[in-house]
T-cell receptor
Framework: GDSVTQMEGPVTLSEEAFLTINCTYT??????LFWYVQYPGEGLQLLLK?????DKGSNKGFEATYRKETTSFHLEKGSVQVSDSAVYFC?????????????FGQGTRLTINP | NAGVMQNPRHLVRRRGQEARLRCSPM?????VYWYRQLPEEGLKFMVY????????ESGMPKERFSAEFPKEGPSILRIQQVVRGDSAAYFC?????????????FGPGTRLLVL
């Protein structure tokens, strides 16, 4: 079945460090790919998305490129801030007969120290 | 435009009681999805509904769980005779109908604690 595997956390970095969170997927077709972020006690917020191969999603300094050849969608940011501390979820989705189920990775907890 | 609303935000139940979780989708959205998040895990799909129809309930436990999305009013996720293992955060998401893969917008969740 379809699945998403994320880099295990927790990840702890210093402010202004470079961030990479790895995400790979297994799917029978060509899904859309998403990164969601969850701040403590809150719901998920969409961070960025890509709907086809070689698309690059970007938002708030975060980027991820849909790589079909490596089935990956790694999240990167050049200089992290304390406010980026949160749990990050990679997810995939297909549209099948009008239904769109998101399949999530297990999440990666990121802590940024000042 | 208000976001997805869920209530209550926190719910405490004793074993054997019923839990009712409500979700009001964003204005103009006709699709509602329910997900469950166990502690320190990712979200797992439970059910997908449109108005008055359950489209896909492949992620719902076979017993004690039910969901509805009536013509008027919020979507309801109902858990009968709760057990400790039902303790989790339950998230609702909504999206519009466009025929394309759409972003799902999530509510703040209901955190259920079963004593």
């Amino acid at each position: 079945g379809d699945s998403v595997t994320q880099m295990e956390g927790p990840v702890t970095l210093s402010e202004e460090a470079f961030l990479t969170i790895n995400c790979t997927y297994t799917a029978t077709g060509y899904p859309s790919l998403f990164w969601y972020v969850q701040y403590p006690g809150e719901g998920l917020q969409l961070l960025l998305k890509a709907t086809k191969a070689d698309d690059k999603g970007s938002n708030k300094g975060f980027e991820a490129t849909y790589r079909k050849e490596t089935t990956s969608f790694h999240l990167e940011k050049g200089s992290v801030q304390v406010s980026d501390s949160a749990v990050y979820f990679c997810a995939l989705s297909f549209l099948i007969q009008g239904a769109q189920k998101l399949v999530f990775g297990q999440g990666t907890r990121l802590t940024i120290n000042p | 435009n208000a976001g997805v609303m869920q209530n209550p935000r926190h719910l405490v139940r004793r074993r054997g009681q019923e839990a009712r979780l409500r979700c009001s989708p964003m204005k103009g959205h006709s699709h509602v999805y329910w997900y469950r998040q166990l502690p320190e895990e990712g979200l797992k799909f439970m059910v997908y509904l449109q108005k008055e129809n359950i489209i896909d309930e492949s992620g719902m436990p076979k017993e004690r769980f039910s969901a509805e999305f009536p013509k008027e009013g919020p979507s309801i996720l109902r858990i009968q005779q709760v057990v400790r293992g039902d303790s989790a955060a339950y998230f609702c998401a909504s999206s519009p109908i466009t025929g394309f893969v759409e972003t799902q917008y999530f509510g703040p969740g209901t955190r259920l604690l079963v004593l």
